[in-house]
């Protein structure tokens, strides 16, 4: 009895790990489909930056952690909230890029623009 208790419980040990392990893998799997998704999402996005500085910034650092270059946050000049580059709304003023959290603090910061302009 005693061996058929030890063989049972050895049995549902086995199986316990080899589920836990198709598991594992199968959240591992998931994370690098995703992870290759993202990076096909964000893709097109870059390809209208300059290539020469879009590559020389991710290949010449070392702090990319699984391939994804880190993402730079802007300030916004409105409301101070700060917003990763490539989600922000740019405004270009003279040689200077501006980036916003929205519309409307782009909007009122260009109102407010040319308001100090008129007075001037």
């Known amino acids: 009895m005693e ?3 030890s063989m049972e419980f050895l049995s549902r040990l086995i199986k ?3 589920w836990l392990l ?3 893998w199968s959240v591992a799997l998931l994370r690098r489909v995703l992870a290759s998704m993202l990076r096909g999402a964000t893709a ?3 390809a209208g930056e300059d290539a020469g500085t879009a590559s020389s910034a991710s290949a010449g650092s070392g702090d990319t952690q699984g391939g994804l270059a880190p993402r730079r946050l802007v300030r916004d000049p409105v409301c101070g909230m700060h917003v990763a580059e490539e989600l922000s709304i ?3 003023e003279g040689t200077e890029m501006i980036h916003f959290c929205s519309m409307a603090c782009r909007d009122k910061y260009a109102n407010n623009v040319q308001r100090m302009a008129a007075n001037a």
């Open 44 to 46: 097109p996005d870059q």
């Open 90 to 92: 740019p405004l270009r």
């Open 3 to 5: 061996l058929e208790e």
């Open 16 to 18: 316990y790990l080899f």
């Open 22 to 24: 198709v598991v594992s």
